[in-house]
């Protein structure tokens, strides 16, 4: 079964950066396809970001473009969301997911000025 266990969430100043890591076991990772997505406290789940099983494809929502790279290590199983220019509403949970294991414990992330 597998288990998606997501890192490196935290303090971060507006305009500033941090580095999601989302770290996959118990499956065959270059298998499957991984996204990222976001919550804030009463407000439904938000897709940030999705990447392709070899890594050579990226989406991303309209609201992080341009902010965020997703991408993927398929020697170490691992999935990252590079986060830039920071904005207070990308403050939120962050979950990676590959849209069929139930959801972790996420990682928060929370912008200050």
């Known amino acids: 079964q597998a288990r998606l266990v997501e890192s490196g969430g935290g303090l971060a100043r507006l305009g500033g950066s941090l580095r999601l890591s989302c770290a996959v076991t118990g499956v065959n990772f270059g298998d499957y396809e991984y996204k990222w997505y976001r919550q804030v406290p009463g407000k439904e789940r938000e897709y940030v970001a999705g990447i392709s099983t070899s890594g050579n494809t990226a989406d991303y929502a309209d609201s992080v473009k341009g902010r965020f790279i997703i991408s993927r290590d398929n020697n170490r199983d691992m999935v990252f969301l590079q986060m830039n220019h920071l904005k207070f509403e990308d403050t939120a949970v962050y979950y990676c997911?590959?849209?069929?294991?139930?959801w972790g414990q996420g990682t928060q992330v929370t912008v200050f000025s």
């Open positions: 997911t590959d849209m069929i294991t139930d």
